[in-house]
Nanobody, 125 residues
């Protein structure tokens, strides 16, 4: 079983920054990547970013490229999402998910086997 716990959400002004954390407790389960998704009120959950677990290669949605950075700490237990130059349309509940299967399309929800509870991000002046 894999447990994921997000933190770091809150209120930011447009143009501001926040850093989200996803603590990954994977015990003996092998995982292949961790992704961040977000879901705004009344909308579907959408892909934000993904990082490969073994080599740290990142992948981003076009909407956040150049503003958000996904990374993993050296111990490999926490995945971060640094969010800069925030915009009001970045407001959403942000979820991290873990992939325990090889393959799948990393920007699709179906590729993920485990999810955290989410953390709220609100961008407003």
């Amino acid at each position: 079983q894999v447990q994921l716990v997000e933190s770091g959400g809150g209120l930011a002004q447009p143009g501001g920054s926040l850093r989200l954390s996803c603590e990954v407790d994977r015990r003996t389960v092998s995982i292949y990547g961790v992704g961040w998704f977000r879901q705004a009120s009344g909308q579907e959950r959408e892909f934000v970013a993904h990082i490969m677990w073994n080599n740290g290669i990142p992948y981003y949605a076009d909407s956040v490229k150049g503003r958000f950075t996904i990374s993993k700490d050296n111990a490999g237990n926490t995945v971060y999402l640094q969010m800069n130059n925030l915009r009001p349309d970045d407001s959403a509940v942000y979820y991290c998910g873990a992939r325990a299967r090889i393959g799948g399309v990393v920007d699709e929800i179906g590729a993920y086997d485990y999810w955290g509870q989410g953390t709220q991000v609100t961008v407003s002046s």
